[in-house]
């Protein structure tokens, strides 16, 4: 158990709706990160969170979007959906910044159907 | 955009055999990060080991070890004496302060 949180844990929508995938990162750690794994495209880097600011931004789309709460827990939020954006959701969390070890969640199942 | 390159799908070893995962990776940039991270069947992704690019020392945990090859873009895992529990995908990862990309994995099985 790495300590980082994620709910749902499974999710399964239809195309064009919107979904709010939560984490909640291990004590202390101000660092938030979300990734997609998906069968075609591996695993990505969507975006970084720091203390509640954006920090870095990777290959996420413009129909999603993220943010981190003064509690520190992070939602990312998926807008019209597409087949394609089924995969597995990641989060992860580090002390501070990415070069710090960073502990998983166990991840969100989208399936878009 | 830097790129992260296994080239090795799947891999296979013998239990308390030795085995080299394959890792290589393209950038400009001087001061980077290099990881290894373990995606088990459970899906949970764990950190196996770290390299700073600025390191001449090669990173070792225990039965894990990197061979960096920073002239060559090179940074291979090596498992020693490896044990059923290592059976897993295995992703390279390249970080600098714009970037985070990760390699498609390699497939590892270990045969009793």
């Known amino acids: 158990d790495s300590g980082v949180t994620q709910t749902p844990k499974h999710l399964i929508t239809a195309t064009g709706q919107r979904v709010t995938l939560r984490c909640s990162p291990r004590s202390g750690d101000l660092s938030v990160y979300w990734y997609q794994q998906s069968l075609d495209q591996g695993l990505q880097f969507l975006i970084q969170y720091y203390n509640g600011e954006e920090r870095a931004k990777g290959n996420i789309l413009e129909r999603f979007s993220a943010q981190q709460f003064p509690d520190l827990h992070s939602e990312l939020n998926l807008s019209s959906l597409e087949l394609g954006d089924s995969a597995l959701y990641f989060c992860a969390s580090s002390v501070l910044g990415r070069v710090n070890e960073q502990f998983f969640g166990p991840g969100t199942r989208l399936t878009v159907l | 955009a830097q790129t992260v390159t296994q080239s090795q799908p799947e891999m296979s070893v013998q239990e308390a055999e030795t085995v080299t995962l394959s890792c290589t990776y393209d950038?400009?940039?001087?001061?980077?990060?290099l990881f290894w991270y373990k995606q088990p069947p459970s899906r949970q992704m764990i950190l196996v080991i770290r390299?700073?690019?600025?390191?001449?020392q090669n990173a070792t945990e225990n039965r894990f070890s990197v061979n960096f090859q920073k002239a060559a873009k090179s940074f291979s895992l090596k498992i020693s004496d490896s044990q059923l529990g290592d059976a897993a995908m295995y992703f390279c990862?390249?970080?600098?302060?714009?970037?985070?990309?990760f390699g498609a994995g390699t497939r590892l099985t270990v045969k009793p």
């Open positions: 990862a390249y970080l600098d302060n714009n970037d985070m990309r």
């Open positions: 950038t400009s940039e001087s001061d980077y990060y």
């Open positions: 390299q700073e690019a600025y390191k001449q």
